[in-house]
């Protein structure tokens, strides 16, 4: 059995690893994200002597990920020093001479809870991350949606809750989604971290307002078989039957499914990956890349 590669490169760190074609992770390490350069050379030396046979990354964005535009691979506008404008897969392609998958982090995500957790076995899946942003992969008819770049499902608009008087932090938008629900927001509304309030704070209800809203537009646009929801937000669980009942009322019955119905509970569900997510999904790009070549 060949051995494949993966990166999960975010905004913060980067983690390496290597596992087989089932989803199996052998060995990861983790580094902190500096300048490009330096970032790349700890991969090279992690790679260096593992022998694999492709290699998948979801990186941190804004990138582009279309295959056939000219900045394929690249990381594009990020206001992340050093990063914006650089050529990530070309510098990869230079020294590692294998099949190199491509993509957003979250897309990533979706497609390692789509091939060995959460949306295993349906055609279609949402997977969206509440964390320091949000952010969503969508899977459709078994392929990763791009569009013109690819979805930034944490910019959409939401109705404000009545009781917020917050003003929102996204440096585009204010209050759109991630201005108002990442947990940076969280923080800055309520003075304390996400982790921090307690379970019965009012803080779960909004925010289980803004993301049952986020999910109803999901639900009406794309019309996922399956939402699963990670991200260090979402650890938070009690939200999960919050989000559950908004969405069931948000609704109110016009999507007449007994997914939403009937069985909501199993159908907007917390990932199955764990701590392994990115990894797990970088090693399930390696293996599509080198199916498809
Ligand atoms: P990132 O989005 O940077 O990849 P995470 O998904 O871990 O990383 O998200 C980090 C954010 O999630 C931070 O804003 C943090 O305060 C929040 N967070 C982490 N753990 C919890 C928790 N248990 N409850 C609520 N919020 C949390
Ligand atoms: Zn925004």
């Not at 309520?190 to 921090?196: A, D, P, R, T, Y």
């Amino acid at each position: 059995m060949s051995i494949l590669g993966a990166i999960e490169a975010g905004g913060t760190k980067f983690v390496c690893g290597i596992g087989t074609n089932d989803g199996k992770v052998l060995d990861r390490i983790s580094f902190p994200t500096t300048t490009p350069e330096e970032t790349i050379g700890r991969v090279f030396d992690y790679f260096d002597g593992k022998d694999i046979a492709a290699l998948g990354v979801g990186s941190f964005g804004p990138i582009d990920p279309k295959k056939n535009s000219p900045t394929y691979g690249y990381v594009t506008s990020t206001p992340k020093p050093h990063w914006g404008h650089y050529n990530f897969l070309g510098a990869l392609q230079e020294r590692i001479s294998v099949p190199i998958g491509f993509d957003t982090d979250v897309n990533v995500a979706a497609l390692g809870e789509w091939t060995w957790g959460a949306a295993q076995g349906y055609d279609s899946c949402m997977y969206i991350t509440v964390g320091t942003g949000i952010g969503a992969g969508i899977i459709v008819e078994g392929r990763l949606l791009h569009g013109l770049s690819h979805p930034e499902m944490g910019h959409i608009l939401v109705r404000r809750h009545p009781d917020d008087k917050y003003e929102g932090k996204c440096p585009y938008h204010r209050d759109c989604l991630e201005g108002v629900a990442a947990g940076p927001a969280i923080e800055q509304r309520w003075g304390k971290k996400g982790f921090e309030l307690g379970l019965d704070h009012p803080a779960w209800e909004m925010e289980a307002d803004y993301l049952a809203q986020a999910l109803m537009n999901s639900i009406l646009m794309l019309s996922p078989e399956i939402i699963v929801m990670g991200g260090g937000v979402m650890k938070q669980e009690q939200m999960f039957p919050l989000i559950h009942t908004k969405v069931q009322h948000l609704l109110n019955g016009y999507v007449h499914h007994a997914a939403i119905l009937e069985r909501i509970d199993q159908y907007i569900v917390p990932p199955k990956l764990g701590d392994n997510a990115g990894l797990c999904g970088g090693l399930a790009l390696a293996r599509q890349t080198l199916l498809e070549q």
